[in-house]
């Protein structure tokens, strides 16, 4: 209204906004925030007037309009810093040490990603690092809502208020059970694979398929994994063959049920990337992000696997 100033939005109103996209439904999400329906709708109604546009629609189902859409990365974000002050805060009033979260999908963890963390934390007594295992995709997320301080997977961030590093290209190891050893890549064409689900890591499926049609064949798809663990645990029953990147055949190269064979991936290798927010690369978080790449570098250093 004219003459009167517009209030800038609480966060207990932007955490409204965010629980009604999440919930899709008004009673659902007032009851998540323990509110009335009526009290939420009002307190959405205040936020849409603030920003000028609608953030929802609401028939004939509720959901996000494009404006609701552009707001919602920034609304977690904002969200999320401030729970990151307050647990700071706590932290430093009580004496106890100030914690960094490292996100990470599974193969940084046979990257050099333990050896980062305990050299960072020797050298950093007063730091308390936590890890959280999850997809490269939601650790943008969580990252961008002060969920994590770095992301250690296999996705560049286009946002201008993080900042993405490379770290080692992964080579590939045809896996296969022991008593096919020596076959090769070309050969096993005919045989059943083993390969990560599309949904649960795109880069890694990608790569696969498309080393397989780098060697002129279709990969026969026979099962589908969400974890490199399941994948090898399969190839070591026979039931297929699968492609998986050096950190995994390294680290299973003691299994005398498997036999590995390198492949030449080319451009193909998936790149790694640990990323951090801007506002963070001078200080601890930067410093434990280089750690990361650093060691990310150097595990990869090594080719041999096999221990033939």
């Not at 800038?8 to 008004?26: C, M, N, T, V």
């Not at 599974?106 to 305990?118: K, M, N, Q």
């Not at 951090?276 to 200080?283: A, I, K, V």
């Amino acid at each position: 209204m004219e003459g009167t100033a517009m209030v800038e939005p609480s966060l207990r109103r932007l955490q409204y906004f965010i629980a009604l996209a999440e919930h899709g439904k008004f009673q659902s999400a007032a009851d998540a925030m323990h509110i009335s329906q009526p009290a939420l709708s009002a307190e959405l109604r205040r936020l849409e007037e603030f920003v000028g546009r609608p953030l929802f629609r609401r028939s004939p189902s509720t959901r996000l309009t494009p404006a609701g859409h552009a707001l919602l990365p920034q609304a977690r974000a904002a969200v999320g810093a401030a729970g990151r002050f307050n647990d700071i805060a706590a932290e430093v009033a009580s004496g106890a040490p100030r914690t960094v979260s490292v996100g990470t999908v599974a193969t940084f963890l046979h990257r050099g990603l333990p050896e980062a963390i305990t050299d960072f934390t020797a050298d950093r007594p007063d730091m308390l690092v936590t890890t959280r295992e999850a997809t490269s995709a939601d650790q943008f997320e969580l990252l961008l809502g002060h969920e994590i301080d770095v992301a250690c997977g296999h996705m560049p961030v286009q946002h201008p208020d993080v900042v993405c590093t490379p770290a080692a290209r992964e080579s590939f190891w045809l896996c296969l059970p022991s008593e096919l050893r020596g076959l090769s890549l070309a050969e096993a064409a005919e045989r059943p694979f083993v390969i990560f689900r599309r949904s649960a890591s795109p880069v890694y499926h990608d790569t696969v398929v498309g080393l397989c049609r780098s060697h002129g064949f279709e990969p026969r798809i026979r099962h589908q994994t969400t974890s490199w663990a399941a994948a090898v645990e399969m190839v070591a029953h026979g039931l297929g063959i699968a492609l998986v990147p050096t950190p995994i055949a390294r680290s299973s190269r003691g299994d005398e049920r498997l036999a590995f064979d390198r492949i030449d991936s080319g451009p193909n290798a998936p790149q790694a990337w640990v990323t951090t927010r801007g506002e963070d690369q001078s200080g601890p978080i930067g410093d434990l992000s280089m750690a990361i790449v650093v060691a990310s570098e150097a595990s990869a250093g090594g080719s041999e696997v096999s221990a033939e």
